[in-house]
């Protein structure tokens, strides 16, 4: 299996399923791994190959749409080559396991 850093083979399929994973049980159920994927084929071609970057841009602990049981809301960037994308992240945490309860791709 390979990694986001590109070295040896990329499965990127792999990725998005990875990614899906870390989704609420709730939210997993309306979005699938397979729109994750093209959410950021939207903003990141394939032709990009692997992501270059990764920086979190911003944490934020309170915000006016906190629902109970949310944690933390953060703001991530994604880098491949000369193409971004930016999106949003809330994590929450239901029986002790925090998981991403919503994404928003900006």
Known sequence: MSDWT????????????????????ETRSTVAAAQLEA???????????????IEIANVEN???EKQAGDVV???????????????KVI??????????RAIDWQ
């Open 6 to 25: 590109g070295t040896d083979r990329y499965d990127k399929s792999a990725q998005f399923d990875r990614a899906h994973g870390l989704l609420a049980a």
């Open 39 to 53: 959410e950021y084929a939207k903003r990141i071609p394939a032709s990009a190959g692997a992501p270059t970057e």
């Open 62 to 64: 309170d915000w006016p």
């Open 73 to 87: 809301q953060v703001y991530v960037g994604i880098g491949a080559g000369p193409h971004s994308a930016m999106f």
């Open 91 to 100: 994590v929450s945490e239901a029986g002790g396991t925090r998981s991403i």
